[in-house]
């Protein structure tokens, strides 16, 4: 027997119990008279006092850091006790001490405040996986995939595994191929997304649909970007947006009760352009205030103009800062306003002191604020002025850091022009419905309309998306052919779609969260890698089994791909 207790159960009760334990060894303090060790196992950590062996110096002495040991001994009262640990009132009192594995001393610390830089603990991820900080995280995914799976059972869905090596297409974020040895010159792809095969089932009759699933996209590295990440993926039949947004709130207040003991109310829900306009992004921060405000009515100037206001201290420095924030974003027309007091003001310019007012009163702007005003076309100001809203946010501490501020965006344009190709992109993907309102604009004005589409966004971070699908073959034609997909293309990538449309497809919809970032919003952090047990680094490259790797010439020759050499 290895152990008849794990070390983060055992507690004042228990003194006198004769125990065995298992675990390494965190940290070893020889005080001259006695010797404690901090055992450590998955569960915690228990103090072993080894008085009975200080006059075994050779065993103590062979003792190390992260060595696995194992011990027999009596649980009792700790002189000293440690009430930041829950085990902390009591101690063992060693026995017997047997060494189960010896260790190298490890090429970082071992603890939540590590001296280990991000690489050297990816390379030894095994080791920081030993970290309560990481360790805990791997456990809060477990919590919730447990909890997603509650959800959705007692919801009626269904949860059905879909293929990971599916055709490849050339449309959306780039492939990982797989080549087929069978038949040399064809490849299969990794799935970038389930999206075409829940269709398929919905139109097969599969009511409601989920998966927690593995998606690969061969995209640019971030902090909340992986090649390989997992998603919660969801379809529903015989739906609206409004179905769908109130199944899945309720989904996400589910989480956060049972995750966090947090209780939400209805979460808002602002059309695209409404976000842009309030917030200058897509996916706003709404724990803080500082909305952005349209100016023209007030001036007859040609350009756009847009204000916000800033709650700061006036002084030189902070208006330089500003300034040099807008001149990397190549923003030429700016006008400061600092308010001083009432119908008293300080600008960077001449300007009529009633235009002023007029601004101030639009902005909501109080007695102390600097009042931003920016000139210029729409789309950059509104954009530069999102950013600097979220920059200053940062610098003013504005962000109450452990609220969740969820809503819901919806209403996407459609369609963005695409100058090079000389055709339009789908903003959302090309299997999203049309509003119903705008199928007038189909043929002749495609850039006037707006999509069934709708984003989820928490604290900042766009978490889920999706949209109520076309299941009409003949608008789903004139859309690709809007994104400039010949009838090859159409035919080859799309035509199992288009044929299943004439088959009774009911109307349908539904979302796929990124579920790696939401973990991470769950925790209050920034990077996903910290949620996932052996993640990607940066550059894409798993530094511990040393991949992606070069692949042996005989195996080349097996693929026919021998031109990789």
Request: a positive charge.
């Given at each position: ?109 071992i603890e939540n405040n590590t001296d280990g830089n991000e690489d050297i603990r990816m390379k030894y991820r095994y080791l920081d996986i030993r970290r309560d900080i990481i360790k805990n995280n791997i456990i809060l995914r477990n919590k919730i995939y447990i909890e997603i799976r509650n959800f959705f059972l007692k919801e009626n869905f269904i949860e059905i595994e879909t293929p990971i090596l599916i055709n490849p297409t050339t449309d959306g974020a780039r492939n990982f191929y797989v080549p087929y040895r069978k038949n040399p010159g064809f490849f299969y792809s990794l799935s970038q997304s389930p999206q075409l095969l829940k269709q398929l089932l919905m139109i097969g009759g599969i ?359």
């Open positions: 027997m290895y152990r008849t207790n794990n070390c983060g159960v055992l507690r004042l009760k228990d003194v006198g119990k004769n125990v065995i334990m298992s675990g390494w060894i965190k940290k070893i303090r020889n005080l001259g008279s006695i010797i404690f060790i901090d055992l450590r196992d998955m569960y915690g950590i228990t103090q072993l006092n080894l008085i009975n062996y200080f006059n075994n110096k050779k065993k103590i002495n062979n003792l190390g850091r992260e060595f696995v040991i194992k011990v027999e001994g009596k649980v009792i009262e700790r002189l000293s006790k440690n009430f930041k640990n829950p085990t902390g009132e009591i101690e063992i009192l060693v026995k017997k001490l047997k060494i189960l594995n010896n260790s190298l001393v490890p090429p970082f610390k009511d409601k649909y989920f998966q927690i699933v593995k998606c690969f996209r061969d995209e640019d590295f971030r902090s909340d970007r992986q090649p390989e990440f997992t998603q919660i993926d969801c379809e529903m039949s015989f739906v609206d947006e409004n179905d769908i947004l109130n199944i899945f709130e309720k989904f996400i207040h589910f989480l956060l009760k049972k995750i966090k003991g947090i209780n939400l109310n209805k979460f808002p829900i602002l059309t695209y352009e409404e976000a842009m306009n309030k917030y200058g992004s897509d996916k706003p921060d709404i724990r803080f205030d500082m909305k952005l405000f349209e100016l023209n009515d007030f001036s007859n100037q040609k350009e756009y103009i847009m204000g916000i206001s800033l709650p700061v201290c006036f002084n030189y420095k902070i208006i330089e800062e500003i300034l040099f924030f807008f001149k990397k974003k190549k923003i030429k027309q700016l006008i400061w306003i600092k308010y001083l007091k009432k119908d008293k003001f300080k600008s960077s310019i001449e300007i009529n002191i009633n235009l002023i007012k007029n601004w101030a009163k639009r902005i909501n702007s109080k007695c102390g604020d600097l009042l931003i005003i920016l000139l210029g076309e729409k789309n950059i100001i509104v954009k530069n002025l999102g950013l600097f809203r979220i920059e200053m946010s940062k610098r003013l501490n504005l962000i109450k850091k452990k609220i969740f501020s969820p809503l819901w965006i919806r209403n996407f344009p459609y369609f963005k022009w695409n100058k090079e190709k000389s055709c339009y992109n789908s903003l959302h993907h090309p299997f999203t419905s049309p509003e119903i309102r705008d199928l007038k604009f189909l043929k002749e004005n495609p850039e006037k309309i707006k999509s069934k589409s709708y984003d989820l966004v928490i604290n900042g971070k766009e978490i889920g998306g999706g949209s109520i699908r076309i299941n009409n073959s003949k608008i789903q034609k004139i859309i690709f052919n809007h994104l400039g997909f010949s009838k090859k293309k159409i035919e080859k990538e799309f035509g199992f779609l288009i044929k299943s449309f004439k088959y009774g497809a009911p109307p349908h919809g539904g979302i796929a969260f990124g579920l790696d970032r939401l973990i991470s919003v769950f925790a209050y952090k920034d990077n996903i890698r910290d949620f996932i047990a052996f993640p990607k680094g940066q550059d894409g490259k798993d530094l511990m089994i040393e991949s992606p790797s070069k692949i042996e010439e005989k195996e080349l020759k097996k693929l026919k791909i021998i031109n990789f050499i």
